[in-house]
């Protein structure tokens, strides 16, 4: 059974970096793509990269180029999404969704960028 | 970029109604369209893939078709977990990804 676990809420000062983590367990995670998606309040759903931890080389829609880093680490089974220079319009809950259909999620992670 | 219009933004139906969503793709994307099912606070739940195919244990009630720029969702027989909002998503061939802007389903 596939579980997604992602880490826990957080709380930024605008201008600093941001780093959450998604660890994998029940299912293969090298060739499993690994993506990110973001929710702000009240608001709908925002990709904001990915990557297939074999290829080690992850994609970013032009929005978010420059400014996030995804990478993986097989060894441990875990994703990590890095967005620097916060500010508060990336207060959002940002979701784990594993694989291509995007079919096993996390619990969701809440980052509240606030000074 | 591939954009995808969702409509209706919402709706309010009633319990055992059938409910349609359209989701239209800004080019051809063929069958590469997905629906999910989204609650209050939780994440995303896959339902259909590749626009007609219906993901494990989702109930028969949910069905998708459509392909090349033109998709509908539908649910026969609303029942009250229904209620959520609803997101059609594409993911083209280099593994980037776009959603619809969700459709809000209220009883």
């Known amino acids: 059974q596939v579980q997604v676990v992602q880490s826990g809420a957080e709380v930024k000062k605008p201008g600093s970096s941001l780093k959450v983590s998604c660890k994998a367990s029940?299912?293969?995670?090298?060739?499993?793509?690994v993506n990110w998606v973001r929710q702000a309040p009240g608001l709908g759903l925002e990709w904001v990269g990915g990557?297939?931890?074999?290829?080690?080389?992850?994609n970013y829609p032009q929005k978010f180029q420059g400014r996030v880093t995804i990478t993986a680490d097989e060894s441990t089974s875990t994703a990590y999404m890095e967005l620097s220079r916060l500010r508060s319009e990336d207060t959002a809950v940002y979701y784990c969704?594993?694989?291509?259909?995007?079919?096993?999620w996390g619990q969701g992670s809440l980052v509240t960028v606030s000074s | 970029d591939i954009q995808l219009t969702q409509s209706p933004s919402s709706l309010s139906a009633s319990l055992g109604d059938r409910v349609t969503i359209t989701c239209q793709a800004s080019?051809?994307?063929?069958?590469?369209l997905n629906w999910f099912q989204q609650k209050p606070g939780k994440p995303p739940n896959l339902l259909i893939f590749?626009?007609?195919n219906l993901e494990t244990g989702v109930p028969s009630r949910f069905s998708g078709r459509g392909s090349g720029s033109d998709f509908t969702f539908t649910i026969n027989s609303l029942q009250p977990e229904d209620v959520g909002t609803y997101y059609c998503?594409?993911?083209?061939?280099?593994?980037?990804?776009?959603f619809g802007q969700g459709t809000k389903l209220e009883i």
């Open positions: 029940g299912g293969p995670f090298r060739n499993t793509a």
């Open positions: 969704a594993r694989g291509t259909k995007l079919d096993h």
């Open positions: 990557i297939i931890p074999v290829f080690g080389t992850a």
């Open positions: 590749d626009s007609s």
């Open positions: 998503q594409h993911s083209n061939n280099l593994f980037m990804h776009t």
């Open positions: 080019q051809d994307i063929g069958k590469s």
